[in-house]
């Protein structure tokens, strides 16, 4: 967690946003009662299960989005925040890579596309090593990633089940009725202070 104390949760823009969509209320609670720094049960196992992931990394001007693939148990937990994954034989472009070497933040998305598992958002803290004992770890690394990760989750409100062809029925669509209302909206910590122009606002 001490990783992560140089910072706030929100920076200058995203407050300039939330204000002026009446958002500020609903952001902090959300800060407040679901950022964590120690990987949760069911975290743990979509995890352990994951095939891939998405990360984004950014070193100045040069930005890339990536995705990270392999066999379930590719990705291990290695600490109560802190997970490693293995960079295989790839393109030899090393953008991932290329840009941890210089900024060490990240972001992380886990998705399981089955519509109703939350999913896994991850700013981290990453580091970079090639030591045996930790190739070993992981067969067919050529480098390991190591991320301190500030967790927080996201509701599989607008997530489609892939596997069923089932679009997701939170999405807006136009000559439809309002969308049911996401899980996330009635806890006791949210529904009295959600947006004034909320649609499931009561």
């Given at each position: 967690?001490?990783?992560?104390?140089?910072?706030?949760?929100?920076?200058?823009?995203?407050?300039?946003?939330?204000?002026?969509?009446?958002?500020?209320?609903?952001?902090?609670?959300?800060?407040?009662?679901?950022?964590?720094?120690?990987?949760?049960?069911?975290?743990?196992?979509?995890?352990?299960?994951?095939?891939?992931?998405?990360?984004?990394?950014?070193?100045?001007?040069?930005?890339?989005?990536?995705?990270?693939?392999?066999?379930?148990?590719?990705?291990?937990?290695?600490?109560?925040?802190?997970?490693?994954?293995?960079?295989?034989?790839?393109?030899?472009?090393?953008?991932?890579?290329?840009?941890?070497?210089?900024?060490?933040?990240?972001?992380?998305?886990?998705?399981?596309?089955?519509?109703?598992?939350?999913?896994?958002?991850?700013?981290?803290?990453?580091?970079?090593?090639?030591?045996?004992?930790?190739?070993?770890?992981?067969?067919?690394?050529?480098?390991?990633?190591?991320?301190?990760?500030?967790?927080?989750?996201?509701c599989p409100r607008y997530i489609p089940d892939l596997a069923l062809?089932?679009?997701?029925?939170?999405?807006?669509?136009?000559?439809?009725?309002?969308?049911?209302?996401?899980?996330?909206?009635?806890?006791?910590?949210?529904?009295?202070?959600?947006?004034?122009?909320?649609?499931?606002?009561?």
């Open positions: 967690m001490t990783v992560f104390s140089d910072r706030p949760f929100f920076h200058e823009g995203m407050r300039e946003w939330q204000d002026r969509f009446d958002g500020r209320r609903t952001a902090e609670a959300i800060e407040r009662h679901r950022k964590h720094y120690a990987f949760w049960d069911d975290e743990i196992e979509i995890v352990r299960n994951a095939r891939f992931f998405f990360i984004a990394s950014t070193f100045g001007d040069y930005v890339d989005c990536n995705i990270k693939s392999g066999d379930p148990g590719f990705v291990q937990i290695v600490g109560p925040d802190v997970i490693e994954y293995p960079e295989y034989d790839g393109n030899s472009m090393y953008r991932t890579a290329g840009n941890i070497s210089k900024n060490p933040n990240v972001g992380l998305l886990f998705v399981v596309f089955d519509g109703k598992s939350r999913r896994i958002r991850i700013n981290g803290k990453a580091t970079i090593t090639t030591d045996p004992a930790t190739l070993d770890r992981h067969f067919g690394a050529k480098l390991v990633v190591r991320i301190a990760c500030e967790l927080y989750p996201n062809s089932k679009p997701s029925p939170h999405v807006p669509r136009s000559g439809e009725p309002v969308p049911p209302a996401p899980e996330w909206k009635t806890r006791d910590y949210i529904r009295s202070i959600l947006p004034e122009d909320d649609p499931h606002r009561r």
